[in-house]
C-alpha cells in the first residue's frame, strides 16, 4: 500500500511559478510509475504529467508541454510538479498518482487515470488573471 500527500499548491497571478511537492509512504516508491493529474472546475480529471521508474522517461499533456516539469527523487520518496508561466486553465485540484510498473507496457497507459493506483488527496491551485 503506498499513501501519497501532495502540498504547494496556493493561489497565484497568471505567469507565475509554483512548484508541487508529493510525498510517498512505503519502502516500494522506486518500483512505482508517478504522475499527476488535475481536475478543473466541472470538468472530469485530466491527464497532466507522468515519469517512469527512474524519471528519464517523462510524458505530458500537451496543454502543459513546455511549462511544466515532472521529477522524481526516490531516495526521498518524492514527486514534484515544476509548473512555470501558470495560466488561468490551470486551475484545479491536482493529484498525485502512483501504480506499479507492470500495469504501464506501453507508452499510452501513461496516459489513462485507471493504469494509478494510488491517489492523493490532492492540492488545489488557483491561476488568477
Known amino acids: 500500500q503506498v499513501q501519497l500527500v501532495e502540498s504547494g499548491g496556493e493561489s497565484v497571478q497568471a505567469g507565475d511559478s509554483l512548484r508541487l511537492s508529493c510525498v510517498a509512504s512505503?519502502?516500494?516508491?522506486?518500483?512505482?510509475?508517478v504522475g499527476w493529474f488535475r481536475r478543473a472546475p466541472g470538468k472530469d480529471r485530466e491527464f497532466v504529467a507522468a515519469?517512469?521508474?527512474?524519471?528519464?522517461?517523462?510524458y505530458y499533456a500537451d496543454s502543459v508541454k513546455g511549462r511544466f516539469t515532472i521529477s522524481r527523487e526516490n531516495a526521498a520518496n518524492t514527486v514534484y510538479l515544476q509548473m512555470n508561466s501558470l495560466k488561468p486553465e490551470d486551475t484545479g485540484v491536482y493529484y498525485c498518482?502512483?501504480?506499479?510498473?507492470?500495469?504501464?507496457?506501453?507508452?499510452?497507459?501513461?496516459?489513462?487515470?485507471?493504469?494509478?493506483?494510488?491517489w492523493g488527496q490532492g492540492t488545489q491551485v488557483t491561476v488568477s488573471s
Open positions: 498518482v502512483a501504480g506499479g510498473s507492470a500495469r504501464f507496457y506501453l507508452d499510452s497507459h501513461y496516459y489513462f487515470r485507471e493504469r494509478y493506483e494510488y
Open positions: 515519469a517512469g521508474l527512474t524519471g528519464s522517461r517523462t
Open positions: 512505503g519502502r516500494t516508491f522506486s518500483t512505482k510509475v
